[in-house]
């Protein structure tokens, strides 16, 4: 059945800069959706040899309106099907439709665009509680965020930056120990172990790397003369 229903007509593609391919329903002219074919076929038997298909999922496209009303008249069936374009041949077909709600659950860009607004979400969110802890002094909440290699590059930059702001020496263990592969945080953390320096008087033992007074003639830790 997934060609039998093929209109004829070129489907139209148009590829913008950041999303990749995108397909026009010829029938309704709404976008289509990138889809994820279940690892099991469930239509013919034969698989749709790719893990992903464009489908029209507007319930008012005419194509989807008119199928129930067609599969009931010629094969007795109480089902739709949608209209599909399969990204290698680019070719129009139908796919089979239980319900209107049937198939839904794959639609691929739907869940990224979610998952997208979630993780923005979640980044205001720590951004908020760098700015709370910085205005209460705490140091540890910023440090947890600059640890954490999951957070946002800029939220945990600036939660390297803060920590040099608040000149606090307490801070300073976190800042030599963070492991990042990201140059512009490594030298922020260096802007930020200088500046904390700066406002203690003090610096990195050449020998020990111990935080010792700029004045101190003999190290306190390692005890070597410097
Ligand atoms: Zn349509
Ligand atoms: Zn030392």
Known sequence: M???????????KKNKGTGGDQYICPHCSK???KWQVPPFNF???????????????NDQCVFFKNSWGHMDANYGQSMGYRAMIHPDSKENMAIPAGS??????????????????????KRNKAMARLTDAFI?????PIIDILLAGDEWLSVRLKAAQMLGD?????????????????????????????????A????????????????AKICKHCNKEL
């Open 200 to 215: 203690n008087y003090t610096k990195e033992c050449p020998y020990c790397a111990e935080v010792i007074k700029q004045r």
């Open 166 to 198: 608040m000149k606090d020496l307490r801070a300073m263990d976190a800042l030599l120990n963070v492991e990042s592969e990201h140059e512009t945080i490594k030298e922020q953390i260096r802007k930020s172990i200088k500046k904390i320096h700066a």
């Open 31 to 33: 976008k289509m959706n």
């Open 136 to 140: 209460a002094k705490e140091i540890e």
């Open 100 to 121: 209107v709600d049937a198939m839904k659950g794959n639609i691929l860009d739907e869940i990224q665009e979610a998952k997208d607004r979630e993780s923005i979400e």
């Open 2 to 12: 997934s060609n039998s229903n093929s209109s004829g007509t070129a489907p139209s």
């Open 43 to 57: 239509s013919d038997g034969l698989g749709w040899c790719t893990d992903h298909l464009y489908i029209c999922f």
